[in-house]
């Protein structure tokens, strides 16, 4: 048991430093009762049982049940191990061996996964330059931008009810609270009311290669935008879609965008992909903002479907095109010419000196 | 109800017996709940553990389910509080009684007492109404607290609810704070509509499901209805299996599967066809758009439907028996 106890305190830091598992002393010790409780019994019990403690959200997933299948099926830590093939090893069984991560990956990852990194490689449209990490600079422009947006955005009201002086309805609690005053005679009455209520945003940002001047400043805005408001998320696409909001929030810099960042333009099928997977973040008080040149190589009735979806999805879409501000700009990219008819504002922006 | 001001450990085990994975499977499936290994096994560390266990996945695949079946494994009460937008502390937690309050106050016009005392007396233990979660807390005996779509509430109540969690204790200003007297085994769902707080997750342990495999379905299909026969039962695990891997909207779930199977087995159908199909479409897609979509796509699951019985037998493919052995009669 003692050999599990230490098997698991490694693993937890392997996950947190190689990782980038956010486990505390809390986390830690929740998975040393976890392996207490499930005791060592096969490999999957332990593995669903430090799964459960370890992760908190499905993206976590995968890159767990990887460490786990490196860190223990190798015997180092020994679990589902005869126990004579772990008091032959020298060095107590504790160490992980040095190859973990190469010799395992490859044999994990499924086909599919290995085809889009061959894709992403060799592809002659797809670009991969790596993304940027998020300069500091303008940030303080970008707050005050989204500042004034969310101030100007009304939604109409919150279901959720508050004291107000001139609400539509009948406060009993502070009203019976107030009669103690005048002995139980109920002299002023308090309401309540629904209150404003408060937008959610979804920003997408088309990350490739036509809007590598501009992106940068609008990953400023989708940042100020992230940590104003606990209800917005941000994607950045090129021919793929990621979802950055959560790099954003931590102040990470931005990694593993693959196909999202860089490359050509396909908004048709990474709009698709948004539909089909966050729809879910757009609901009637969502408000939409796309940037994006519109220069589209992908396919324009994708487009279309999607533009659509996320219209009747979302409260309004506002496009900011960069290239909108200069002189004798007409919306006539082929993706704009899709995308006009479903939008509330087409706007110009060329950076946060413009703003 | 009194204000528990005895100290109890705050990491303590549960209460709860202790429950092996195995068992809770088994005792999951007599009640007709197929579960897999992961998760008897979470639930087994929630039990242990004392920990609130919060549920994602997507729609209609028993995630609240699990909550009423544990409650009936462990022969406890199940507690449920529906979150919804605008939901507050005072329809979770307690509100006061405010007639009653009124009415009070009137009764007891006549004597002296001071503002302090009359307050005090009003804002006591039988003026107070519990709502789901101060009701959880103050059980004897612990009970499941199922608080379903935590996604829908907003994050002000989510916050609010850090403390329920966290330490399992209710501070009323007029009373105390409540302490469980014991520890509610509780289920959070979520059904992804909104990202919950970090501060959230970390309180709870954490399970993330999808739609069952096709050889979990089809066992799910005869738990659930025993009457359904293997072929059919199989034809529907089949399908399902091929639509959730098509860009519908709503994806049908397992409980759109049970519908759909019940139906089948109400209009006394053995197989599947075009026909039926067509005609019980409505229980497995909710949207016009995705009816048009599977319409679309005939081509594509022709061959996992039987094919219709005015066509001659000859010209049709064999039917797949997918090794699960003999077709019985209806």
Known sequence: ???????????????????????????????????????????????????????????????????????????????????????????????????????????????????????????????????????????????????????????????????????????????????????????????RGYPLRNPRFVILIDASRSMSEYAPAAIQVARALVRRSRRASAFVFSTALREITRDLRRNQPITNTGEAWGGGTRIGASLNAFVRNFGSRLDDHTFVIMVSDGLDIGDIPQLEHAMREIARRSAAIAWVNPHAAQAGFTPVSRGMQTALPYLASLTAWSGLADA | MRPDRSHRSRRGASLLPHVNADRLREAFAERGYIADDDFATTFELMLALGKPLLIEGPAGIGKTESAKVLADVLGTRLIRLQCYEGLDAASALYEWNYPKQLLHLRVTERENDSVQLREAEIFSEPFLLRRPLLEAIVQDRAPVLLIDEIDRADEAFEAFLLEVLGEFQVTIPEIGTIRAKERPAVIVTSNRSRDLSDALRRRCLYLCIDYPPFEREVAILHARLPEINARLATQIARFMEWMRDQPF???????????????????????????????????ILKLQEDWELLRSMHARYAHLLTPDPNTPAHSAPPDPDYGLGTVQAH
Not at chain 1, 165 to 176: A, K, M, N, S, Y
Request: glycine share 6%; charged share 30%.
């Open chain 2, 249 to 283: 909207q709503k994806v049908p779930g397992t409980a759109e599967s049970l519908d759909w199977a019940l139906a089948l087995v109400r209009l006394h159908r053995d197989a599947l066809d075009d026909r039926t199909l067509e005609a019980t479409m409505g229980c």
């Open chain 1, 1 to 191: 048991m003692a050999d599990l106890a230490s098997a698991t305190l490694e693993f937890c830091n392997m996950l947190r430093t190689e990782h980038d598992f956010t486990l505390g002393r809390a986390e830690v010790h929740d998975a040393l009762r976890a392996t207490e409780a499930i005791g060592v019994r096969e490999r999957g019990r332990l593995r669903a049982a430090l799964r459960a403690v370890c992760c908190t959200r499905p993206e976590e997933i995968p890159a767990f049940d990887r460490a786990f299948d490196a860190f223990f099926s190798s015997g180092a830590a020994g679990v589902p191990q005869p126990k004579h093939a772990r008091r032959s090893r020298p060095d107590g069984g504790e160490e992980p061996p040095p190859d973990r991560q190469s010799s395992f990956r490859l044999e994990d990852e499924s086909l599919a996964q290995r085809w889009q990194y061959l894709q992403a490689r060799y592809s002659p449209i797809e670009g991969a330059s790596p993304p940027p990490p998020i300069p500091l600079d303008g940030y303080d422009d970008a707050d005050a931008l989204v500042r004034r947006l969310i101030s100007r955005i009304h939604l109409g009201r919150s279901r959720r009810l508050r004291p107000m002086p001139h609400g539509r309805f009948l406060d009993l609690r502070r009203t019976v609270r107030a009669s103690l005053q005048t002995g139980g005679e109920i002299v002023a009455l308090r309401r």
